[in-house]
């Protein structure tokens, strides 16, 4: 199973002072589609988000991207690869505008020489209005950031990292504090997303991970619990015990 | 625009003129180059205009620190150190030249500055050899200080420690430095520092007419760091350093190398303090380490501060107006500037966060303006031009 799947996550734990967030993982994702990580408060979801983005590194196992190990690269390597990330929070650069923050995750020029004598193109401009659109924000291009609403700061974080067209986008709980127009515009754009490509969605709202997920993880204290698709997932006693049933 | 009015042609130009953030920026630079190459010049005596050369050396860390601080967010309470270690390299070359056998035949070792004679040093340090070179001298201004600073970014930035913990690093740093030069008196000059420069390659610098060649030497460098800086901020590394300052780790995984990005431009800084010490030297003519330590590092961050961090132009005037006030208090009142110092920081903080280049004109303009017609005419002030960009800012339509 070497190639067979994007990414490969295998016997991955890390521990914090004895205490083991993410115990002995492993797991697999493929390269299209939605796969949820769903669990419980201090589960692990977003630890492992970190092992897989560089950003905290694993005590022990292997994170393969594409058949090559990442663990021990820096963070801008690993996204240089193709792997692009959301944070929980929306994060934004406020004081720019709509515009800028999607040009500034342009995948060039990112040396500190190369952008001192970037010059905008026109290639760039059309790709920043084709994901502004994507993303609903077409009309807004030239309006700063800090002007947006919670959910469309969230959206324009995602564009952030289409415009890079990673192969892997890991979300961490895109719809959390969303309005329900917004979430179903933003299962829309995923559902989008996800063709073509391998999205991983760390969530809490189970009505949205059913709506959108084709293949969902959960997990227990860093360990994992159950696998596979969300309507088995929902009869498995151990979820409900654990997680479903609360 | 309304069809009765005809705005005058000068009132029309500067609405232009102040319409983009290019053309404002473009108008200041030009508003500086006339300040400095023809009114300072004009209006005072080579006296005055020496000092203001002096405060000028201070500006150039001002840009540095706008450029760090204002819009990359990394703030060094530590640019005396780059400062002090541009201006050592140009006093060692001066002492150098100002200590040839003729002038010290008096010393018990004839040919080396006096202070190491004072010392019982009877050779020339090899630390000191490079400085009898004025290409290797010019060199060092810059490479000397830029590389302390690139090694102290690689030591830092690559290991993740920023914010806070990075400010009280360049803090520390400026002070063992300044301990150092003090501590090692035969090689520095201890604390009274390099003194008694004369000449440069055989140019007497103490003469008048020198103290205004160096001046617009000083003025002309001066303005083109501006420029320099002006070019990187309207970049796209402009906005990676705004980007940087708002959310760094966003920057981070969207591909950047932070870390190196910040070294770039802390050494920039570093650079651009060198350049304003090596001036300091040959305008004041000594080097000491009192423009070294804590003390001198908090006052430049406090200058630039109070003119605007996030202004280059903001910067240069707040150092000449904190260096101008500093002069005049500690000659009048030399127990009240520290607190003087003090209340001007609190105030920026509190009242103007972005400093003087922070206040918006136009809408003070505006306010005592309405605050005259009212008292006067109840009626008048809906005719009275107003810039349609003044107009339109987020907040300005608050009665």
């Known amino acids: 199973m070497n190639n067979e799947f994007l990414l490969q996550i295998e016997e991955l734990s890390v521990s914090f002072d004895g205490f083991k967030a993410v115990d002995d993982l492993t797991l697999y994702v493929s390269k299209e589609g939605v796969h949820a990580v769903i669990g419980p408060n201090g589960a692990g979801k977003t630890t492992l988000l970190d092992l897989i983005t560089g950003r905290t590194r694993p005590t022990k196992g292997h994170v393969r991207f594409k058949g090559s190990e990442v663990t021990g690269l820096h963070e801008y390597q690993i996204v240089r690869k193709g792997i692009g990330r959301k944070f929980q929070t929306p994060s934004v650069y406020e004081s720019l505008t709509v515009f800028e923050n999607l040009e500034m995750a342009y995948p060039d020029k990112r040396s500190w020489v190369s952008a001192w004598r970037f010059r905008r193109t026109p290639e760039i401009v059309k790709r920043v209005e084709e994901i502004a659109e994507l993303i609903y924000l077409g009309d807004r291009l030239h309006e700063r950031a800090e002007l947006l609403s919670h959910g469309q700061k969230q959206w324009l974080e995602i564009g952030a990292l289409l415009i890079q067209d990673p192969e892997l986008l890991l979300l961490d709980e895109p719809v959390a504090g969303m309005s329900v127009t917004d979430r179903a515009k933003t299962a829309e754009l995923l559902s989008g997303l996800a063709k073509g490509r391998a999205v991983v969605v760390v969530e809490h709202d189970m009505d949205f991970v059913k709506k959108i997920s084709d293949h969902v993880t959960v997990l227990h204290q860093g360990r994992l619990l159950a696998e596979g698709k969300m309507d088995v997932i929902q009869k498995n006693p151990k979820v409900v015990e654990v997680y479903l049933g609360h | ?399």
Do not use: H
């Open chain 2, 1 to 399: 625009m309304s069809n009765s009015a005809k705005p005058s042609l000068v009132r029309r130009l500067a609405a232009t003129a102040w319409s983009t953030q290019k053309s404002r920026e473009n108008l200041s630079f030009l508003v500086l180059a006339v300040v400095l190459l023809a009114i300072f010049p004009i209006f005072l005596d080579v006296f005055r205009l020496n000092l203001i050369g002096k405060y000028l050396t201070y500006a150039f860390v001002a840009v540095g620190l706008v450029l760090c601080w204002g819009y990359g967010g990394i703030l060094s309470l530590g640019q005396g150190v780059f400062f002090g270690l541009g201006g050592y390299c140009m006093a060692m070359f001066l002492k150098l030249e100002a200590s040839d056998p003729a002038s010290t035949s008096i010393q018990s070792t004839p040919g080396i500055p006096d202070f190491m004679d004072w010392n019982q040093i009877t050779a020339l340090p090899a630390l000191w050899v490079p400085f009898r070179s004025f290409p290797l001298t010019l060199i060092a201004v810059v490479v000397v200080p830029g590389g302390l600073a690139y090694l102290l970014a690689t030591a830092m930035f690559k290991r993740r420690v920023g914010g806070v913990y990075f400010a009280i690093i360049t803090q520390a740093v400026a002070a063992i430095l300044s301990i150092l030069i003090i501590g090692r008196q035969g090689y520095t000059g201890g604390v009274n520092g390099i003194t008694d420069l004369k000449t440069l390659l055989g140019w007497d610098i103490r003469s008048d007419g020198a103290k205004v060649i160096l001046y617009y030497v000083n003025a002309v460098l001066l303005l083109g760091g501006v420029a320099l800086g002006l070019s990187l901020l309207r970049s796209k590394l402009g906005r990676i350093l705004v980007a940087l300052r708002d959310k760094e780790q966003r920057v981070l995984f969207t591909g950047y190398d932070v870390a190196t990005i910040k070294r770039a431009v802390f050494v920039l800084a570093a650079v651009y303090a060198a350049v304003g010490g090596a001036m300091f030297t040959l305008q004041v003519g000594f080097m000491s380490p009192s423009f070294v330590g804590i003390v001198p590092s908090i006052e430049m961050v406090i200058g630039a501060a109070i003119g605007g961090r996030s202004s280059l132009f903001g910067a240069i005037y707040g150092s000449l107006l904190m260096n101008f006030g500093k002069s005049y208090f500690s000659e009048a009142f030399p127990e009240l500037w520290l607190f003087v110092i003090g209340a001007m920081f609190i105030g920026v903080v509190m009242l103007f966060p972005d400093g003087l280049a922070g206040i918006d004109l136009p809408r003070l303009f505006r306010s005592v303006k309405r605050l005259f017609s009212r008292s006067t005419k109840p009626t008048a002030g809906a005719g009275i031009g107003v810039p349609p960009e003044a107009a339109s800012a987020p907040t300005g339509g608050v009665p």
